[in-house]
């Protein structure tokens, strides 16, 4: 027992032996805390507008040869707004991860139809449905790290500003705000 107690005072006396306990416990704390608590394995989107371009201004001075019209009317500040959704987290999104779906607002505008291309569906463009006069909601998609989709909207009474808002599992609450100059 004598022997077992000098050799932990040597143990404790000697820096050497010291600092290689303190480091060995540092990492294992480190390594906890990092699988536990990593800001690296995170859910996130963000959009970009691609485009915002007013349909009727391209017809000024043109005279009377075009004649826009959408739904038999013909709205006098139609606009094509293009933007792309992207997960730039490092982890899949999942249908199952949507507690609230991403929904699109275009304040002060009137949707009149957005819809929805996925990466290489170009074909396969969906409808998006409306929840208010003006916004859209998409449904839930998988979206893998680093994935694309792209909205386009035609719409009146747009004033260039856009929000999107959605909530996902184990993540915060992910608005986006953008003010198109």
Do not use: C
């Not at 004598?2 to 290689?20: I, M, Y």
């Not at 704390?29 to 996130?44: D, E, M, N, Q, T």
């Not at 005279?63 to 792309?84: A, H, M, N």
């Amino acid at each position: 027992m004598e022997l077992l107690f000098a050799t932990l005072t040597r143990f404790w006396e000697d820096p050497t032996s010291l600092a290689a306990l303190i480091s060995a416990l540092a990492a294992i704390l480190g390594i906890f805390v990092s699988s536990h608590f990593s800001p690296y394995r995170r859910k996130a989107l963000t959009y970009r507008v691609v485009s915002d371009t007013s349909i009727t201004e391209m017809n000024k001075g043109q005279g009377k040869g075009i004649v826009i019209s959408f739904t038999g009317e013909q709205p006098k500040d139609l606009r094509l707004v293009v933007l792309t959704i992207r997960n730039s987290g490092n982890i899949p999104i999942t249908p199952k991860d949507y507690e609230e779906p991403i929904q699109i607002s275009f304040r002060g505008g009137e949707v009149l139809e957005s819809r929805l291309l996925q990466r290489g569906e170009t074909e396969a463009a969906q409808t998006l449905n409306k929840t208010a006069p003006d916004s859209v909601i998409l449904p839930p998609l998988l979206l893998k790290p680093k994935d694309l989709i792209t909205v386009t909207t035609i719409l009146t009474g747009f004033s260039g500003a856009i929000n999107i808002a959605t909530r996902l599992a184990n993540s915060e609450f992910i608005v986006a705000n953008n003010a198109l100059s």
